[in-house]
Nanobody, 112 residues
Framework: HVQLVESGRGSVQTGGSLTLTCTIS????????MAWFRQALGKEREAVAR????????DYANSVKGQFTIYRDNAKNTLYLQMNSLKAEDTAMYYC??????WGQGTQVTVS
């Protein structure tokens, strides 16, 4: 039974930083690619960043390139999303996704 639990939700001011964390249990984390998605109110879900199994390859949506960093610690079964220079348009529910198959419950980020 795979479980993904996000943490790091919060409200930050414009220009602030926040790191989201996703801890995975019940699966061999290190053998799967991971991703972060987000969905703002009234908008479609958007892929934000992805990372391969070993962490050597990452890819970002154009809207967050140079602003967000995805990384992972396979020893801790944990995925991270470092978000800097946050803007109001980054306000959304953020989801951790394993292998595009398993989703976390989401964590809210509000920038104002």
């Amino acid at each position: 039974h795979v479980q993904l639990v996000e943490s790091g939700r919060g409200s930050v001011q414009t220009g602030g930083s926040l790191t989201l964390t996703c801890t995975i249990s019940g699966n061999t984390f290190s053998t799967h690619s991971m991703a972060w998605f987000r969905q703002a109110l009234g908008k479609e879900r958007e892929a934000v960043a992805r990372i391969n199994q070993g962490g050597g390859f990452t890819d970002y949506a154009n809207s967050v390139k140079g602003q967000f960093t995805i990384y992972r610690d396979n020893a801790k079964n944990t995925l991270y999303l470092q978000m800097n220079s946050l803007k109001a348009e980054d306000t959304a529910m953020y989801y951790c996704v394993l292998n595009l198959s398993y989703w976390g419950q989401g964590t809210q980020v509000t920038v104002s």
